[in-house]
Each structure stands twice: as structure tokens, then as C-alpha cells.
């Protein structure tokens, strides 16, 4: 029934060479749905290359014009567009500095390349809903980070930390949700999030054994793991939910 729902449904994925981008795009193909996926990378989503992609290649999202000309591609590929998921997640080369030596340069690039352009995201695709009074399902990736203040001794005598402008732009998504769905609920549009946990990248084992001892049972999550929610946010069993973030994190955040 799940799967009859989605397919030829017209999904455009942004951040889609990232890791849950990557692996959301493998499970709507299994559905049948049908994809653009825009990143500037492309090293993954070039080996999913079928007759239903249209994958739009180097697209940097920062440009709100290249947002415009994905909106133009895919219409013209497949006349609609049905939801558009927000996984892009573009840093400068010193991201992930502690507060006592961020840059305030790179602060203002990082605010606005995440939750900046996630404002002109919706601005997009709210316009183009509206415009062809198409149903659309508007799904940001925030963090669990964006809920919860980190937990620091998990990162004592380690070289990583949990940048405090991450913590703002995750929860300053969260907010943009609830906002976005407040206004348009009467339009048909349906805005949702969902609040990952750690997802394993090569953490030190230290980090990842301190992490675990938070959880219920598995710790830091496989790119799939959070890939079930937003297809529930996608599918039409969530037509009633607006609004939401979904924390899918094994239960850190209790």
C-alpha cells in the first residue's frame, strides 16, 4: 500500500550526496518515486543514475537563483513536484571551532548558509505550491542538538566538539517549522523535521562508548536509521501532522 502511495511521486532531495540525503534516495527509488537530487557533490548519487532521476549536478543551494533553476528543471522534467526534503548541509573549512575561537566571518556565512538559506527553501517551494496548488510536504533535517543542550563531558580530552552555531541553526530550524506550518495550514502545505542523533562518521571510540552510555540500546545511528520517519512524514499516513519535529535519536535526549 506504502508503496503504490509514492510511486511517481516527484521528490527533490537537496544535500542528496550527504549521507541520510544518500540513503533517503535509495529507499524513494525503491518505492518508485520519482527524483532530482541536487548537491554540490555528486560522487554518490551519480551511481543511482536511472531513467527516474534528474540529477542536477554542482548545484550550490547557497544561490537562491540555483534554487529557481532546480524548480525549473524538475517542472520541466516531470511538470510537478511534490515535496522537497532539506538535507543540505554546507560549512566553511573552519566549522566546528569552540566558542572562545569562533570567526566571526565564517560565524555569519555558517548562520546563513544553513538557516539562511533554509528560509529561502521555503520561500521556493511555498511559492511554487501555491502557485501550481499542488499539495506539498515541506521536510527540514534538524538535530537532536536543536533540543537539547550537548552533553560536553562526552567530548572531554577529544578533538571534536558540538559548535554552539550548530545549536542555534538545528533549533532555529525547528522554530521555522512550526512557523512555516502555522501559516500555511490552510494552503494544503505541510512543513515537518526530524531530530537525528549522532550518526556515526568515524568517531573516536572514546567519543562513541561515552555517547552509547546516553542511549537505549545501539548509540550513534546508521544513515538509515533516520530514513523511516521522513518517509512516514512523506507518506499520506502523516497527512494530518504539520508542524512536527521527530526526534529519532535511541533515546539520548531523555
Given at each position: 500500500?506504502?508503496?503504490?502511495?509514492?510511486?511517481?511521486?516527484?521528490?527533490?532531495?537537496?544535500?542528496?550526496?550527504?549521507?541520510?540525503?544518500?540513503?533517503?534516495?535509495?529507499?524513494?527509488?525503491?518505492?518508485?518515486s520519482?527524483?532530482?537530487?541536487?548537491?554540490?557533490?555528486?560522487?554518490?548519487?551519480?551511481?543511482?543514475?536511472?531513467?527516474?532521476?534528474?540529477?542536477?549536478?554542482?548545484?550550490?543551494?547557497?544561490?537562491?537563483?540555483?534554487?529557481?533553476?532546480?524548480i525549473?528543471?524538475?517542472?520541466?522534467?516531470?511538470?510537478?513536484?511534490?515535496?522537497?526534503?532539506?538535507?543540505?548541509?554546507?560549512?566553511?573549512?573552519?566549522?566546528?571551532?569552540?566558542?572562545?575561537?569562533?570567526?566571526?566571518?565564517?560565524?555569519?556565512?555558517?548562520?546563513?548558509?544553513?538557516?539562511?538559506?533554509s528560509?529561502?527553501?521555503?520561500?521556493?517551494?511555498?511559492?511554487?505550491?501555491?502557485?501550481?496548488?499542488?499539495?506539498?510536504?515541506?521536510?527540514?533535517?534538524?538535530?537532536?542538538?536543536?533540543?537539547?543542550?550537548?552533553?560536553?563531558?562526552?567530548?572531554?580530552?577529544?578533538?571534536m566538539?558540538?559548535?554552539?552555531?550548530?545549536?542555534?541553526?538545528?533549533?532555529?530550524?525547528?522554530?521555522?517549522?512550526?512557523?512555516?506550518?502555522?501559516l500555511?495550514?490552510?494552503?494544503?502545505?505541510?512543513?515537518?523535521?526530524?531530530?537525528?542523533?549522532?550518526?556515526?562518521?568515524?568517531?573516536?571510540?572514546?567519543?562513541?562508548?561515552?555517547?552509547?552510555?546516553?542511549c537505549?540500546?545501539?548509540?550513534?545511528?546508521?544513515?538509515?536509521?533516520?530514513?523511516?520517519?521522513?518517509?512516514?512524514?512523506?507518506?499520506?499516513?502523516?497527512?494530518?501532522?504539520?508542524?512536527?519535529?521527530?526526534i529519532?535519536?535511541?533515546?539520548?535526549?531523555?
Amino acid at each position: 500500500m506504502i508503496q503504490s502511495y509514492f510511486k511517481n511521486k516527484v521528490y527533490l532531495i537537496l544535500g542528496a550526496n550527504g549521507r541520510i540525503g544518500y540513503s533517503l534516495s535509495k529507499e524513494l527509488l525503491k518505492l518508485g518515486s520519482k527524483l532530482i537530487l541536487a548537491d554540490i557533490d555528486t560522487k554518490n548519487i551519480i551511481k543511482l543514475n536511472k531513467s527516474n532521476i534528474h540529477l542536477v549536478k554542482k548545484i550550490n543551494i547557497v544561490k537562491e537563483k540555483n534554487l529557481e533553476k532546480i524548480i525549473f528543471q524538475a517542472n520541466k522534467k516531470f511538470k510537478r513536484i511534490d515535496g522537497v526534503i532539506h538535507c543540505a548541509y554546507p560549512v566553511t573549512k573552519d566549522w566546528g571551532q569552540v566558542i572562545e575561537k569562533i570567526n566571526p566571518k565564517s560565524l555569519k556565512i555558517n548562520l546563513f548558509n544553513h538557516l539562511g538559506v533554509s528560509i529561502l527553501v521555503a520561500k521556493q517551494f511555498i511559492n511554487y505550491f501555491l502557485k501550481k496548488k499542488i499539495k506539498g510536504r515541506i521536510i527540514f533535517i534538524s538535530s537532536i542538538m536543536g533540543v537539547r543542550s550537548p552533553k560536553f563531558e562526552n567530548y572531554r580530552g577529544l578533538k571534536m566538539t558540538s559548535p554552539a552555531e550548530y545549536s542555534v541553526i538545528k533549533s532555529g530550524i525547528i522554530s521555522l517549522t512550526s512557523y512555516l506550518a502555522k501559516l500555511y495550514k490552510k494552503k494544503n502545505i505541510l512543513v515537518n523535521c526530524i531530530s537525528p542523533g549522532g550518526i556515526k562518521n568515524n568517531q573516536p571510540n572514546k567519543f562513541i562508548q561515552r555517547y552509547k552510555e546516553s542511549c537505549g540500546s545501539k548509540g550513534l545511528l546508521d544513515n538509515e536509521d533516520a530514513i523511516g520517519s521522513i518517509i512516514f512524514l512523506l507518506s499520506d499516513s502523516s497527512k494530518y501532522i504539520n508542524g512536527q519535529n521527530i526526534i529519532v535519536d535511541d533515546g539520548w535526549s531523555l
